[in-house]
Structure formats: structure tokens, C-alpha cells
């Protein structure tokens, strides 16, 4: 079981900035990647950005160059940083991690909400 603690969402106005982290403990040792991934209201559950345990990274067209995803082996955590924040980046920012993705281990999301 791998258990995930995500901290950081708020309210932002339009252009803002925000860092997500995320917490892993317990069988950590199973983790290779580790991703982000949002739920907008009345919308599907989506990736926005994933890093293996060697720092490759991949993003999604709508938040490349203005999202970095980064990772702290040694504290098993992962973050998300947010530039240039858009009023379509509201959503439930979840954390996923595994052996590959998408795991069955969540978190309990944190809400991002971006005012115009």
C-alpha cells in the first residue's frame, strides 16, 4: 500500500502561481512513477504531468511550459509547480504513484481554484 498526502491548492487570481507537494509513505519502495492528475467539475479525471524515478518528465499540451513537475527521492515527495495560472486550471489536483500509471494508490486531493 502506498499512502499519498496531497497540500497546497487555493485560491489564485489569473496569472498566479502555486506549488503543490505530495507525501508518499508506506511501500515506497514500489514507486517508480509519480504523477499529477486533475478532475475538473463535469469533467474526466486527466493527466497533467508525470516523472519517473530517473527524471524523465511528460506533460500535457495544456499546461507544458507553464507547469513543472519535480520530484524528492530521498523525501518521497513530489511537487507541482504552477506558473501563469489559468481560470481552466481549476480543479482537484490528485497525486498517483506506482509501479506505472495510473496506480490505484491516490490522494485526497487538493482544490486549485484560478479567478479571472
Known amino acids: 500500500q502506498v499512502h499519498l498526502v496531497e497540500s497546497g491548492g487555493g485560491l489564485v487570481q489569473a496569472g498566479g502561481s502555486l506549488r503543490l507537494s505530495c507525501a508518499a509513505s508506506?511501500?515506497?519502495?514500489?514507486?517508480?512513477?509519480m504523477g499529477w492528475y486533475r478532475q475538473a467539475p463535469g469533467k474526466q479525471r486527466e493527466l497533467v504531468a508525470a516523472?519517473?524515478?530517473?527524471?524523465?518528465?511528460n506533460y500535457a499540451d495544456a499546461v507544458r511550459g507553464r507547469f513543472t513537475i519535480s520530484r524528492d527521492n530521498t523525501k518521497n515527495t513530489l511537487y507541482l509547480q504552477m506558473n501563469s495560472l489559468k481560470p481552466e486550471d481549476t480543479a482537484v489536483y490528485y497525486c498517483?504513484?506506482?509501479?506505472?500509471?495510473?496506480?490505484?494508490?491516490w490522494g485526497q486531493g487538493t482544490q486549485v481554484t484560478v479567478s479571472s
Open positions: 498517483n504513484a506506482g509501479p506505472a500509471l495510473p496506480t490505484n494508490y
Open positions: 508506506g511501500s515506497v519502495f514500489s514507486i517508480k512513477a
Open positions: 516523472i519517473t524515478s530517473g527524471g524523465s518528465t
